[in-house]
């Protein structure tokens, strides 16, 4: 299971750290995602960790948003900075144990999914 937590109601330009617990297995050869969803929009991308360490990012968040993992917590973060109201929506976290590299951005190509943490910015 996949526990996401931490979100909440921030003003643009504040920062938030979201935290994913796993529990029921050690995920630390998986790879850990995180998506958010806005109301009426699709599930996007927005920044994911493989085990080996590496990180990718989607584009909106490049340079604002760090992904990290303590394996140890069997946890990852996601540090957002500089929020803006665009950053508004549920953020999920997801993980999967043999996501090729080329998927890492499809949510469907994740096996595991935590109930989601809402995240909304006023302006």
């Known amino acids: 299971q996949l526990q996401a937590s931490w979100g909440g109601l921030v003003q643009a330009g504040d920062s938030l750290r979201l935290s994913c617990v796993a529990s029921?297995?050690?995920?630390?050869?998986?790879?850990i995602g995180w998506f958010r969803q806005a109301p009426g929009k699709e599930r996007e991308f927005v920044a994911t960790?493989?085990?080996?360490?590496?990180?990718y990012y989607a584009d909106s968040v490049k340079g604002r948003f760090t992904i990290s993992r303590d394996n140890a917590k069997n946890t990852v973060y996601l540090r957002m900075n500089n929020l803006t109201p665009e950053d508004t929506a549920v953020y999920y976290c997801?993980?999967?144990?043999?996501?090729?590299?080329?998927?890492?951005?499809?949510?469907?190509?994740?096996?595991?999914w935590g109930q989601g943490t809402l995240v909304t910015v006023s302006s």
């Open positions: 997801a993980a999967d144990p043999s996501i090729i590299l080329s998927s890492v951005r499809v949510p469907h190509a994740y096996e595991y």
């Open positions: 960790i493989r085990y080996s360490g590496h990180t």
């Open positions: 029921g297995r050690t995920f630390s050869r998986h790879t």
